[in-house]
C-alpha cells in the first residue's frame, strides 16, 4: 500500500510511511497466513506514527521557509574606519542567513510546540502497541518450543536424562546432536536443552542463544519472522520520533523575538497570583 503522503525533499526519506513497503511485501505480514495476526496491525500502527511525523516535520519545513523567503534580510552599516556592523534584532535562519525577526516568528514556535504534543501522544499510544505485539510474540514463541508436558513429573525426569546424555557427548557433537533434535522436530529433547542453564548440557551461552533461534524459526515460524519485522517497525517510528524531536528542539532553542522579550518582562511586573 502506497501512502498518499507528498515527498518533501527536505525531510529525511527514513520518516516516510512508504519505508514500510519493505514489510507489506513479507507474506508473513501481510498474505493469507498473516490474516488474525498481529501482521498486519504492525504495519498500520506504524504507518499512522510515521505519517503523523512525516507530515508534521513537512508542515514546519513549508512554513519555515514562507517565513525565510518574508522576511527582511539583514542590513549591514559600513563605517569610514572600513569596520562594519549588522543593525537591528537579528537572528540567523534555517539556511545560515541572519533576518530581522519577523512577527510571525512566535507565532511559528507557538504552533510547532503544539503540534509537537499533538504528534507525540500518536507516536507514544502507537509505539506501546509495537512494544505489546512484540511481548505477545516472544511469549507464543516460548510456547512453541517448550514440550506441553515440560512439568509433569515424567518430562521432568526426562528432560534431566537428556541434558545429561547431551553433556556426556563430545564437545564438537553437543550442538549438532541438538541441531539435529530441532531438524526432526524432537520438541522434547529441544525443550529439555533449551529451558534448562546451558552448563546442564555442556553448551555455553552463545550456543544456547543460537540454538534457541533455531528452534523459533522450526517450532514457530510466522511468530519468529513476524518478531523480526515488527522489531524493524518499532526501531523505524523510534529514529523518526528522534527526529521530530530535534526539529522541535532546535525550534524552541532559537532566541525569542525582542518584542515577546519585552511582554515577558512587562508581564512579570505584575505576576498573576497562583504563579
Do not use: C, W
Request: charged share 25%; no cysteine; net charge positive.
Amino acid at each position: 500500500m502506497t501512502d498518499k503522503t507528498p515527498i518533501n525533499t527536505n525531510v529525511p526519506i527514513s520518516v516516510h510511511p512508504d519505508i514500510l513497503t519493505q514489510q507489506e511485501n513479507i507474506p508473513e505480514m501481510t498474505g493469507d497466513a498473516a490474516k488474525g495476526t498481529v501482521g498486519p496491525k504492525a504495519i498500520q500502527a506504524g504507518r499512522e506514527a510515521l505519517g503523523a511525523i512525516y507530515r508534521t516535520l513537512s508542515a514546519i519545513d513549508t512554513a519555515e521557509r514562507a517565513l525565510n523567503a518574508a522576511a527582511e534580510p539583514g542590513k549591514r552599516r559600513q563605517h569610514a574606519d572600513g569596520r562594519s556592523e549588522f543593525l537591528g534584532d537579528l537572528r540567523m535562519n534555517s539556511t545560515g542567513q541572519l533576518q530581522r525577526f519577523s512577527s510571525r516568528d512566535e507565532e511559528f514556535r507557538a504552533a510547532v510546540q503544539q503540534a509537537f504534543e499533538r504528534v507525540a501522544l500518536t507516536v507514544d499510544r502507537r509505539d506501546k502497541e509495537l512494544r505489546d505485539y512484540l511481548t505477545a510474540l516472544d511469549t507464543k514463541i516460548e510456547a512453541a518450543i517448550t514440550d506441553p508436558r515440560a512439568k509433569m513429573p515424567d518430562a521432568l525426569a526426562l528432560a534431566g536424562e537428556t541434558r545429561a546424555h547431551v553433556k556426556s557427548l563430545k564437545q564438537s557433537e553437543r550442538r549438532s546432536f541438538v541441531s539435529e533434535a530441532i531438524a526432526q522436530g524432537d520438541l522434547a529433547t529441544v525443550s529439555a536443552v533449551l529451558n534448562a542453564p546451558p552448563f546442564l548440557s555442556g553448551l555455553d551461552a552463545k550456543a544456547l542463544g543460537e540454538l534457541r533461534i533455531a528452534a523459533a524459526q522450526r517450532f514457530a515460524p510466522l511468530e519468529t519472522a513476524q518478531r523480526a519485522q515488527v522489531a524493524t517497525i518499532a526501531e523505524r517510528v523510534r529514529h523518526a520520533g528522534m527526529t521530530m524531536s530535534g526539529k522541535h528542539l532546535e525550534v524552541m532553542r532559537r532566541r525569542k523575538t525582542p518584542a515577546a522579550t519585552a511582554q515577558e518582562a512587562v508581564a512579570a511586573i505584575n505576576p498573576s497570583k497562583g504563579a
